[in-house]
């Protein structure tokens, strides 16, 4: 049950044709924060908007050539079934994962943290989606890196969990963030160790830690930290 203190930060809409891959994003912080009433995340099969028997989400391409596209007609009837089109407020966004979308970056996750109440997510499949989902329906195509995966349900969790981390509350220790990688106050992460100082393996070597970290000295661990960023 959500918990009843905190105001949902984000709300979720993922449309997917394999709702079960997203199983991998129900654990850990962005559980906790779920169950904290942070976000809420909705898996929306988009073979329910189907409207024939077989619930069929693609077809091939008028262009010919290799492979399927989504069909436009099942994504557009569960974005009106969300009462995100025709019309949605500025504080909504609707995107589309594509390999050729904007770079997702911690900027933006940042800004959408705290910009946005509500991010649909449509994930692509197949050899891509009818284009005129891209000119009349999404308001961006994002991108999670320079490489081409077999659908979008992978680059929709990072989505979810880059945004989720940074919403007040769903880290434990809210000085993590300060601390992380790509974060614009740092910009950079530090080597870090825990227990044991010496770690012996099974080979025979002895794998230490720099020795000013179990000096005490908070002074020149921080020098050491600003020294050994990147
Ligand atoms: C096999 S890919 C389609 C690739 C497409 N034919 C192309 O050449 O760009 C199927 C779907 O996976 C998703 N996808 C693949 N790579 C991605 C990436 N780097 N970032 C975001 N989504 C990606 C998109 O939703 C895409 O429609």
């Known amino acids: 049950m959500p918990h009843s203190f905190y105001i949902v930060g984000v709300k979720f809409d993922i449309l997917t044709t394999f709702p079960e891959s997203f199983s991998a994003i129900q654990q850990s912080i962005v559980k906790r924060a779920e169950n904290k009433g942070l976000i809420e995340i909705k898996i929306h099969n988009l073979r329910d908007f189907t409207l024939d028997k077989h619930k069929t989400t693609d077809d091939s391409p008028f262009s010919g050539g290799a492979g399927m596209l989504m069909k436009i007609e099942p994504i557009y009837a569960a974005l009106k079934s969300l009462g ?46 009818d284009h005129r989902v891209v000119e009349h329906l999404i308001d961006g195509e994002i991108s999670i890196g320079g490489y081409v995966l077999s659908g979008g349900e992978i680059p929709a969790m990072i989505v979810v969990d880059s945004i989720t981390r940074l919403i007040d509350g769903a880290l434990g220790n809210t000085l993590s963030l300060l601390d992380e990688s790509h974060n614009e106050q740092m910009d950079a992460e530090y080597p870090q160790y825990t227990r044991p100082a010496i770690f012996k393996t099974e080979e025979g070597q002895e794998w230490g830690i720099p020795e000013i970290l179990l000096s005490g000295d908070h002074k020149k661990i921080e020098d050491w930290k600003k020294r050994n960023s990147k």
């Open 84 to 129: 995100v089109y025709p019309n949605r407020d500025s504080r909504t966004k609707v995107i589309l994962t594509s390999a050729k979308g904007m770079l997702w970056k911690q900027s933006i996750a940042q800004d959408w943290s705290q910009n946005l109440d509500r991010i649909v997510i449509i994930c692509g499949h197949y050899e891509g989606v």
